[in-house]
């Protein structure tokens, strides 16, 4: 099978499965209790009948849930994600808005954790019962077992209020009204201290697999042939044992891909991070249906994206591996 062949057949695949998830977001929300048109009323100061239901029939919420449901997927198909009562604009128009802050941030952070998790995970290993093998896998096992929400407050508290490094909070600085390459810089600054709060757990994760595969692929007969041939250590390590070792780590980062947009709202509410994560906490809160709709509807379908990616680099990785096998 072709790349291209692949690549079309996974994206049919991934149009079912979010067509899926579409209908059961769609029946999970409605199932909830609370009726939004009665929380605007009562935000309003209004408690008449008649203004609630002027509301239901104004949002469509007056109708049969079968009915809202196809209104809903028709909608989507033609990326109408609904009307936000709350926020007075489009779905669309609001997550558009608000997904590149947080594509930036969960990229980074994704990379940050491979890299950093991947480069100490083979130190480990090569360091096998020494020192530097026990203090990288206490460090990892202290950011592996320290909440999210506390390493982003005490990385706020410590490196923005008493050190006064970076910003603790924020997109970019407000009123500065960079452009170019400043503004690229000071995006960049606000940016240090979630991406790094984001991917310190997943970096222990990836540390602890990479370190734990490659004792086990430098066990193996073939990485025993290359020492027996006379191969450099540093030649086994790269081409033999790290390349074999890679392949589950990259199994796993496909996999985490949909905790890391998960973990995105957490921080993204502690650092102010002006993404979808925050948009999603604030629409729980105020009831708002057709943006938490929308908000899950992006995250299944960056996470679809990121599994595709995922099972090309094993390709890469590893050519042995066909596509489609």
């Known amino acids: 099978m072709s790349v291209i062949r692949f690549i079309l057949a996974r994206l049919v695949k991934g149009a079912v499965i979010l067509l899926a998830i579409l209908v059961l977001n769609f029946l999970l929300i409605h199932a909830a209790p609370g009726d939004p048109a009665a929380v605007m009323a009562g935000e309003a100061g209004a408690t008449d009948e008649q203004f609630i239901a002027d509301l239901r029939a104004r949002f469509g919420l007056d109708q049969p849930l079968s009915t809202q449901l196809w209104l809903y997927i028709k909608g989507a198909i033609q990326l109408d994600l ?4 709350r926020q007075g604009m489009p779905v669309a128009d609001l997550i558009w808005d608000r997904l590149p802050a947080t594509l930036l941030l ?25 020192w530097g093998d026990t203090i990288i896998s206490t460090v990892a096992m202290i950011f592996y077992a320290t909440p999210l929400f506390w390493i982003a407050l005490m990385a706020s508290l410590l490196f923005s209020v008493v050190l006064g490094w970076l910003p603790g909070f924020g997109y970019e600085t407000i009123g500065a009204n960079y452009t170019g390459m400043a503004r690229v810089l000071d995006i960049g600054r606000h940016l240090i201290l979630p991406a790094t709060t984001l991917g310190l757990f997943f970096t222990a994760v990836y ?15 073939f990485v025993k042939t290359a020492r027996a041939k006379g191969l450099r250590p540093g030649i086994i390590q790269r081409r033999h044992i790290l390349r074999n070792a890679l392949l589950p780590v990259i199994t796993l980062a496909g996999l985490q891909a949909g905790q890391i947009v998960g973990g995105a709202v957490l921080t993204e509410t502690v650092f102010a991070w002006p993404g979808i994560g925050r948009l999603m906490f604030e629409a729980i809160s105020q009831r708002d249906y057709n943006v938490l709709l929308g908000v899950f509807f992006v995250s299944a379908a960056m996470v679809l994206l990121f599994n595709l990616i995922t099972d090309i680099l094993y390709v890469i990785v590893d050519p042995r591996i066909r596509i489609g096998s």
């Open 82 to 85: 609904g009307y936000s009562y």
């Open 207 to 221: 540390m602890r697999m990479t370190r734990a595969s490659m004792l086990e692929v430098s066990r193996l007969d």
């Open 106 to 130: 969960t990229m980074s952070a994704f990379v940050l954790s491979i890299m950093l998790g991947v480069a100490a995970g083979v130190l480990a290993a090569s360091r096998q019962g020494g």
